[in-house]
């Protein structure tokens, strides 16, 4: 993506469709977390300036507005963090934050600087106050590469109920590679000191696949999808680091809501060993999914494989349960007629306790 040059510009289809799963992700982060912590942690690393030509809401005004009026009673303290380097840009959002009144238990914290200035910064203020066990979602979205140290990322995964949703700019790591005047930047975006990837056909693979094993390194749940355009073209990745299962669940949910008839799609169509995601109806690529992995045991209960559908693919329980239903009715499998409890299973359906014969 190339870099606006004003201080507001027009939002893009594929900004659009970001901030839509934001948005959704946030409407059950915030009640969700809101309802068990007395204090909450929204931050965004590159705030920008609040809003768009066209009138479209940034990401930070688009957090605030859905917190203030979300139908949960948040009774605890919710802590906004907004970062923009860029001094029009910032005193553009300040004004908007400004002519807006928000809740008493809402504190936003407005700072101008480098994103990883200021947030080495903040995390040092979070350890000496004793805010890490506060839940943090922190939204860090760049143009290009460079002010995302790995070091960073890494340090905020390590906090307890920390989730971050981060830009990966994958084209233009692949273009710069062998560039050394951004070199420093590349090795600071991985945390390692040399980035060596030989040129050929699936170098812009491994440099995503790079990218995530060094998040997972710090999380244990890790998505990440391609962001397309209409043409199929790939435009950047986008990856999702929690260590909450919870979480993860609900980030895919986000994803999955988004109307792929809208132009934009996440996708995984670029890496062979991986099925797409928001089709239609997945349901039948799951099924060559449950055949392609196999079981080994031939009586499997359907909680194993609800764990196995939400931690290791990118579908959700409800396309497992659609798969299931077409396996059952060609024959691939069999259903226990008594669920796990002695009770009896109501056809087509696969309630807690079902049993699935694989033999």
Known sequence: MAVPRTTIWDCAPHTKAKHLILEKYLNAWFPI??????????????????????????????????AKNHTANFTGELNFYFVEN????????????????????FTIDLQQG??????????????QKGLPNAP??????PFGFSSVPYHLIHRLLRMARTEVFVYFARNAVNRHLENDKVEH??????????????KGPNRMNEIK????????????????????????????DLFFASNSVKGYVKMKEAMWSV???????????????????????????VVVLIK?????????????????????????????????????????????????????RRGKTFAEGTQINFS
């Open 136 to 141: 943090i979602f922190a939204f860090i979205d």
């Open 209 to 236: 696949n790079l990218y995530e094993r060094r998040l997972k390194e710090a999380a244990q749940f890790v998505g990440s999808f391609t962001m397309i355009d209409d043409r199929g073209v790939p435009i950047y």
């Open 259 to 285: 109307d792929e008839n809208g132009g934009f799609r996440f996708s995984d169509k670029d890496d062979p060993n991986q099925l797409m995601l928001l089709r239609k109806d997945p349901a039948n690529d």
């Open 33 to 66: 977390l809101g309802r068990y912590h007395q204090r909450i942690i929204y931050m965004d690393g590159f705030a920008g300036p609040g809003e768009y030509t066209g009138g479209e809401k940034g990401s930070p005004i688009v957090a605030l507005n859905l």
């Open 114 to 127: 480098e994103f990883a200035n200021v947030l080495a910064n903040d995390l040092d203020n979070f350890d």
């Open 86 to 105: 860029d001094a029009k840009r910032f005193d553009h959002l300040k004004s908007m934050v400004e002519e807006d009144k928000y809740p008493a238990n």
């Open 292 to 344: 392609d992995v196999g079981s080994t045991s031939k009586l499997v209960p359907i909680e194993k494989m609800e764990a196995w559908i939400e931690t290791k693919t990118v579908y959700l329980v409800k396309h497992l349960r659609a798969a299931l239903r077409l396996m059952e009715e060609d024959g691939s499998i069999t259903v226990e007629e008594l669920k796990k409890d002695g009770s009896r």
């Open 185 to 198: 930047h590349i090795a600071e975006l991985f945390g390692m000191e040399t980035i060596t990837i030989p």
